[in-house]
């Protein structure tokens, strides 16, 4: 799960781009539709906002998730390999309203990243409270269970072996309404989260 450590620096991290597109905490709340002093208290650690809300300011500061929620750079060279065991996780559970989605990150985010790529776990009864749409494509390979994907309003179910491709910038969102859990491959172009 993210710490209180994690949203101080995703929290300095918004205002750093806040303040290099030289936006006034006004100016990106009246951009994005929340608060000046919601901003305020996100830039300090303070509090923490939805994945939807996330994705406004990601694109309203002309950034992306993955920079957003990136530690510090990790490897260098022209091959990154994550042992099964380091394989960085992040509890959705405060992004996702509580339903503790997991996202296991195949790939650290490195600058010249054009993918992003980690399995979602979605426990029976999780998914996405929000729908979302963002800049990009995105691609899905159920591992194991069965989800129902929603895009642009159409449902979908997928159980193990299905894969999906779609636009990114239509709204989109999933989830499990089994009994078992699903883990599904999901590859974004360009990096979101």
Do not use: C
Not at 76 to 96: F, S
Not at 102 to 110: G, K, S, T
Not at 134 to 146: C, D, I, N, P, S
Request: hydrophobic fraction near 40%; aromatic fraction near 6%.
């Amino acid at each position: 799960m993210e710490t209180p450590d994690a949203n101080v620096r995703i929290g300095a991290k918004l205002k750093h781009a806040r303040l290099l597109m030289g936006l006034s905490l006004s100016e990106l709340g009246q951009r994005v539709g929340v608060t000046e002093g919601y901003l305020s208290k996100l830039e300090n650690g303070r509090s923490q906002a939805s994945l939807a809300t996330l994705h406004k300011l990601v694109q309203a500061l002309d950034t992306n998730m993955s920079t957003l929620f990136a530690a510090a750079p990790e490897g260098e060279g022209a091959v990154t390999v994550v042992r099964a065991k380091e394989r960085p996780r992040l509890e959705t559970g405060h992004l996702r309203a509580g339903n503790q989605v997991v996202l296991e990150r195949l790939v650290p985010h490195r600058p010249d990243q054009l993918l992003q790529i980690n399995i979602h776990v979605i426990p029976s009864g999780g998914g996405s409270p929000d729908f979302i749409s963002h800049g990009g494509q995105e691609f899905g390979y159920v591992l194991a269970g069965a989800f129902t994907l929603v895009v642009d309003g159409h449902e979908r179910a997928l159980s193990e072996g299905d894969s999906f491709y779609f636009d990114s910038s239509l709204p989109h969102g999933y989830r499990n309404d089994g009994e078992a859990e699903a883990r599904v491959l999901w590859v974004n172009t360009p990096p979101t989260f």
